[in-house]
T-cell receptor, first 113, second 110 residues
Protein backbone atom coordinates (compact mmCIF):
# COMPACT_ATOMS: atom_id res chain seq x y z
CA UNK A 1 0.00 0.00 0.00
CA UNK A 2 1.34 3.41 -0.97
CA UNK A 3 -0.84 5.26 1.59
CA UNK A 4 -1.32 8.89 0.50
CA UNK A 5 0.52 10.06 -2.59
CA UNK A 6 0.90 13.61 -3.88
CA UNK A 7 2.19 15.10 -7.10
CA UNK A 8 4.22 17.10 -7.81
CA UNK A 9 6.81 17.16 -5.00
CA UNK A 10 8.13 20.59 -5.97
CA UNK A 11 6.74 23.38 -8.13
CA UNK A 12 7.74 26.94 -8.97
CA UNK A 13 5.07 29.23 -10.45
CA UNK A 14 4.96 32.82 -11.56
CA UNK A 15 2.30 35.11 -10.15
CA UNK A 16 -0.96 34.58 -12.00
CA UNK A 17 -0.21 31.07 -13.23
CA UNK A 18 -2.53 28.21 -12.39
CA UNK A 19 -1.84 24.65 -11.32
CA UNK A 20 -3.48 21.59 -9.80
CA UNK A 21 -2.03 19.54 -6.96
CA UNK A 22 -3.01 15.90 -7.12
CA UNK A 23 -3.64 13.60 -4.17
CA UNK A 24 -4.65 9.95 -4.01
CA UNK A 25 -5.11 7.45 -1.19
CA UNK A 26 -5.39 3.68 -1.31
CA UNK A 27 -6.68 3.07 2.22
CA UNK A 28 -10.38 3.27 1.30
CA UNK A 29 -10.77 6.31 3.55
CA UNK A 30 -13.92 8.37 3.40
CA UNK A 31 -12.50 11.76 4.39
CA UNK A 32 -9.75 13.75 2.73
CA UNK A 33 -8.13 17.08 3.54
CA UNK A 34 -5.83 19.74 2.12
CA UNK A 35 -3.56 21.68 4.49
CA UNK A 36 -0.88 24.28 4.06
CA UNK A 37 2.07 24.58 6.43
CA UNK A 38 3.93 27.84 6.86
CA UNK A 39 6.85 28.51 9.23
CA UNK A 40 5.66 29.30 12.74
CA UNK A 41 1.99 28.79 11.89
CA UNK A 42 1.38 25.07 11.95
CA UNK A 43 -0.96 23.24 9.62
CA UNK A 44 -4.02 25.15 8.42
CA UNK A 45 -6.99 23.47 6.78
CA UNK A 46 -7.78 24.75 3.29
CA UNK A 47 -10.62 22.43 2.22
CA UNK A 48 -11.89 19.04 3.22
CA UNK A 49 -14.09 16.35 1.75
CA UNK A 50 -16.15 14.46 4.29
CA UNK A 51 -17.02 11.77 1.77
CA UNK A 52 -17.08 11.17 -1.96
CA UNK A 53 -19.12 13.87 -3.67
CA UNK A 54 -18.86 16.50 -0.92
CA UNK A 55 -16.39 19.31 -0.26
CA UNK A 56 -16.33 22.11 2.31
CA UNK A 57 -14.23 25.13 3.16
CA UNK A 58 -11.71 25.02 5.95
CA UNK A 59 -9.89 27.84 7.69
CA UNK A 60 -8.09 29.39 4.68
CA UNK A 61 -10.00 28.59 1.45
CA UNK A 62 -9.54 31.87 -0.45
CA UNK A 63 -7.66 31.46 -3.72
CA UNK A 64 -8.20 27.69 -3.89
CA UNK A 65 -10.69 25.24 -5.34
CA UNK A 66 -10.98 21.50 -4.85
CA UNK A 67 -12.46 18.48 -6.57
CA UNK A 68 -13.22 15.11 -5.01
CA UNK A 69 -12.89 13.14 -8.21
CA UNK A 70 -13.78 9.80 -6.64
CA UNK A 71 -13.24 8.10 -3.30
CA UNK A 72 -9.48 7.85 -3.91
CA UNK A 73 -8.62 11.25 -5.37
CA UNK A 74 -8.86 14.81 -4.07
CA UNK A 75 -7.25 17.63 -6.05
CA UNK A 76 -6.43 21.23 -5.10
CA UNK A 77 -6.39 23.96 -7.75
CA UNK A 78 -4.80 27.38 -7.63
CA UNK A 79 -6.49 29.44 -10.34
CA UNK A 80 -4.22 32.50 -10.17
CA UNK A 81 -1.22 31.92 -7.95
CA UNK A 82 -0.01 34.67 -5.62
CA UNK A 83 3.26 34.93 -3.63
CA UNK A 84 1.19 34.53 -0.42
CA UNK A 85 0.43 30.97 -1.57
CA UNK A 86 4.10 29.99 -1.29
CA UNK A 87 3.93 27.13 1.21
CA UNK A 88 4.17 23.40 1.74
CA UNK A 89 0.89 21.68 0.92
CA UNK A 90 -0.12 18.41 2.54
CA UNK A 91 -2.97 16.15 1.58
CA UNK A 92 -4.33 13.87 4.28
CA UNK A 93 -7.00 11.23 4.66
CA UNK A 94 -8.85 9.62 7.54
CA UNK A 95 -11.29 6.79 7.82
CA UNK A 96 -14.11 9.05 8.97
CA UNK A 97 -13.78 12.55 10.31
CA UNK A 98 -11.20 14.43 12.34
CA UNK A 99 -11.66 12.18 15.39
CA UNK A 100 -9.67 9.55 13.56
CA UNK A 101 -5.97 9.46 12.79
CA UNK A 102 -5.08 11.47 9.71
CA UNK A 103 -2.54 10.00 7.31
CA UNK A 104 -0.48 12.57 5.45
CA UNK A 105 1.06 12.55 2.02
CA UNK A 106 4.71 13.56 1.46
CA UNK A 107 3.82 17.17 0.65
CA UNK A 108 4.28 19.59 -2.24
CA UNK A 109 6.69 22.50 -1.86
CA UNK A 110 5.25 25.38 -3.89
CA UNK A 111 7.04 28.64 -4.58
CA UNK A 112 5.22 31.51 -6.28
CA UNK A 113 7.49 34.22 -7.66
CA UNK B 1 -10.10 32.33 16.80
CA UNK B 2 -9.66 28.78 18.05
CA UNK B 3 -6.04 28.11 18.86
CA UNK B 4 -3.61 25.48 20.01
CA UNK B 5 -0.52 26.98 21.62
CA UNK B 6 2.87 25.31 21.95
CA UNK B 7 6.30 26.52 22.96
CA UNK B 8 8.33 26.56 19.75
CA UNK B 9 11.52 25.40 21.49
CA UNK B 10 13.97 24.05 20.79
CA UNK B 11 13.70 21.79 23.79
CA UNK B 12 17.05 20.12 24.33
CA UNK B 13 17.38 16.99 26.50
CA UNK B 14 20.22 14.48 26.93
CA UNK B 15 19.85 10.94 25.65
CA UNK B 16 18.00 8.76 28.15
CA UNK B 17 16.20 11.67 29.81
CA UNK B 18 12.47 12.40 29.88
CA UNK B 19 11.27 14.99 27.38
CA UNK B 20 8.13 16.88 28.38
CA UNK B 21 6.12 18.65 25.69
CA UNK B 22 3.10 20.78 26.48
CA UNK B 23 0.24 22.52 24.75
CA UNK B 24 -2.90 24.45 25.60
CA UNK B 25 -6.06 24.81 23.56
CA UNK B 26 -8.73 27.49 23.53
CA UNK B 27 -11.83 25.64 22.28
CA UNK B 28 -13.59 24.02 25.24
CA UNK B 29 -15.60 21.99 22.75
CA UNK B 30 -12.50 20.05 21.72
CA UNK B 31 -13.00 16.35 22.22
CA UNK B 32 -10.06 14.61 20.55
CA UNK B 33 -6.39 15.38 20.98
CA UNK B 34 -3.43 14.21 18.96
CA UNK B 35 0.35 14.34 18.98
CA UNK B 36 2.05 14.13 15.59
CA UNK B 37 5.79 13.85 15.02
CA UNK B 38 7.30 15.60 12.01
CA UNK B 39 10.89 15.09 10.94
CA UNK B 40 12.51 17.92 9.00
CA UNK B 41 11.28 17.95 5.41
CA UNK B 42 8.83 15.11 6.03
CA UNK B 43 5.11 14.81 6.66
CA UNK B 44 3.48 14.52 10.10
CA UNK B 45 2.82 11.06 11.51
CA UNK B 46 0.57 10.24 14.45
CA UNK B 47 2.26 8.99 17.62
CA UNK B 48 -0.49 9.37 20.23
CA UNK B 49 -4.14 10.29 20.57
CA UNK B 50 -6.20 10.84 23.71
CA UNK B 51 -9.89 11.47 24.24
CA UNK B 52 -10.39 11.24 28.03
CA UNK B 53 -8.95 13.07 31.00
CA UNK B 54 -5.93 11.37 32.52
CA UNK B 55 -2.94 9.52 31.17
CA UNK B 56 -2.54 7.23 28.21
CA UNK B 57 0.66 5.23 27.77
CA UNK B 58 2.08 3.60 24.65
CA UNK B 59 5.62 2.30 24.95
CA UNK B 60 7.96 5.20 25.77
CA UNK B 61 5.20 7.75 25.15
CA UNK B 62 2.60 9.03 27.62
CA UNK B 63 -0.09 11.53 26.70
CA UNK B 64 -1.82 13.49 29.44
CA UNK B 65 -5.08 15.41 29.14
CA UNK B 66 -6.65 17.87 31.56
CA UNK B 67 -9.83 19.29 30.04
CA UNK B 68 -10.53 21.58 33.00
CA UNK B 69 -7.18 23.32 32.44
CA UNK B 70 -7.38 22.88 28.65
CA UNK B 71 -3.94 21.33 28.74
CA UNK B 72 -2.37 18.43 26.86
CA UNK B 73 1.11 17.06 27.34
CA UNK B 74 3.39 14.39 25.89
CA UNK B 75 6.11 12.69 27.86
CA UNK B 76 8.86 10.78 26.07
CA UNK B 77 10.82 8.49 28.36
CA UNK B 78 14.35 7.28 27.63
CA UNK B 79 14.69 9.88 24.87
CA UNK B 80 16.75 8.82 21.86
CA UNK B 81 18.49 10.93 19.20
CA UNK B 82 15.97 9.49 16.74
CA UNK B 83 13.24 11.31 18.72
CA UNK B 84 14.69 14.64 17.54
CA UNK B 85 11.85 16.16 15.51
CA UNK B 86 9.06 18.71 15.70
CA UNK B 87 6.04 17.59 17.71
CA UNK B 88 2.65 18.95 16.68
CA UNK B 89 -0.21 19.09 19.15
CA UNK B 90 -3.69 19.04 17.61
CA UNK B 91 -7.25 19.36 18.91
CA UNK B 92 -10.53 18.53 17.21
CA UNK B 93 -14.07 19.47 18.31
CA UNK B 94 -15.37 16.64 16.19
CA UNK B 95 -16.60 16.81 12.65
CA UNK B 96 -13.88 17.31 10.10
CA UNK B 97 -11.78 20.15 11.44
CA UNK B 98 -8.58 19.88 13.44
CA UNK B 99 -6.61 22.77 14.87
CA UNK B 100 -2.86 22.22 14.88
CA UNK B 101 -0.29 23.98 17.01
CA UNK B 102 2.85 25.36 15.38
CA UNK B 103 4.94 22.62 16.96
CA UNK B 104 7.76 22.22 19.47
CA UNK B 105 11.22 21.31 18.20
CA UNK B 106 12.87 18.61 20.29
CA UNK B 107 16.60 17.93 20.18
CA UNK B 108 17.97 14.87 21.95
CA UNK B 109 21.72 15.08 22.51
CA UNK B 110 23.71 11.85 22.25
Amino acid sequence: NAGVTQTPKFQVLKTGQSMTLQCAQDMNHNSMYWYRQDPGMGLRLIYYSASEGTTDKGEVPNGYNVSRLNKREFSLRLESAAPSQTSVYFCASSERGADNEQFFGPGTRLTVL
Amino acid sequence: QKEVEQNSGPLSVPEGAIASLNCTYSDRGSQSFFWYRQYSGKSPELIMFIYSNGDKEDGRFTAQLNKASQYVSLLIRDSQPSDSATYLCAASPGGFKTIFGAGTRLFVKA
